[in-house]
């Protein structure tokens, strides 16, 4: 499985951006695919999760300001960046949990909230 993501940059503080993940080779029909982000000296932690049912998890700090969607038949899938802090600049990585309960990430995309 290889995770192609894309739509990182820099942004001013309430601006947005939106992240896309395309996901290659077989993650099943009943997967979960997501964000998680790692800021500098900080541990990687959820952002968002979306099972194939459609079911969402949003870490609290992002709730109400980021969306995440997905296209099932495109194995893609989108996190929308709204009212973006300082706070939020960190390296975001796609993830897929397979139906075999297998992990992977992709390579990364910066996100700098700065003015």
């Known amino acids: 499985v290889q995770l192609q993501a894309s739509g990182g940059g820099l942004v001013q503080p309430g601006g947005s951006l939106r992240l896309s993940c395309a996901a290659s080779?077989?993650?099943?029909?009943?997967?979960?695919m997501g964000w998680y982000r790692q800021a500098p000296g900080k541990q990687r932690e959820l952002v968002a999760l979306i099972g194939s049912g459609g079911t969402t998890n949003y870490a609290d700090s992002v709730k109400g300001r980021f969306t995440i969607s997905r296209d099932g038949a495109k194995r893609t899938v989108d996190l929308q960046m709204s009212s973006l802090k300082p706070e939020d600049t960190a390296v975001y990585y796609c993830y897929v949990l397979t139906s075999l309960g297998t992990n992977y990430w992709g390579q990364g995309t910066q996100v700098t909230v700065s003015s």
């Open positions: 080779g077989t993650i099943g029909s009943r997967n979960a």
